[in-house]
């Protein structure tokens, strides 16, 4: 597969998972294939869910490896428990749901993160989340 650039973690994605960064230069770009990544941490998400932006945190943290890409999917049915998530799309619902169906999860949960497409995992346990 063609190597192509990406940003590392953009200035953007710091920003919803509560990061900041100092510049827009400092969300540098990298060469990356997909030969080189290890894991993809797919994190579904809320602005209105409180244990979230801790997860977001732990999941940009194991992001900042060169090998590991993570995924924010922000969810829309928390928006009942707060203002609108600007953020939300009922499609990331619907992602999430299909993990739900096909890994038989059961409920959705936030936060959430399914590690390479085949596992669930507790999005606010950065060390289940790491081991994973």
């Known amino acids: 597969m063609a190597s192509r650039r990406l940003p590392a973690l953009g200035v953007a994605c710091l920003a919803t998972l509560g990061l900041s960064a100092a510049s827009p230069a400092a969300a540098q770009e990298r060469s990356v294939s997909s030969r080189d990544v290890r894991g993809v941490l797919e994190l579904f998400t809320s602005q209105n869910c409180g244990d979230c932006q801790p997860a977001g945190v732990a999941a940009a943290r194991l992001g900042a490896e060169p090998d590991v890409v993570v995924l924010a999917y922000y969810v829309d049915y928390w928006d009942y428990a707060g203002p609108k998530d600007q953020l939300a799309d009922r499609r990331n619902t619907d992602r ?9 999860l059961g409920a959705l949960v936030t936060p959430q993160v399914v590690v390479n497409g085949q596992k669930a995992v507790d999005g606010g346990d950065e060390a289940a989340l790491a081991k994973a």
């Open 96 to 104: 999430q749901k299909s993990y739900a169906k096909r890994l038989k």
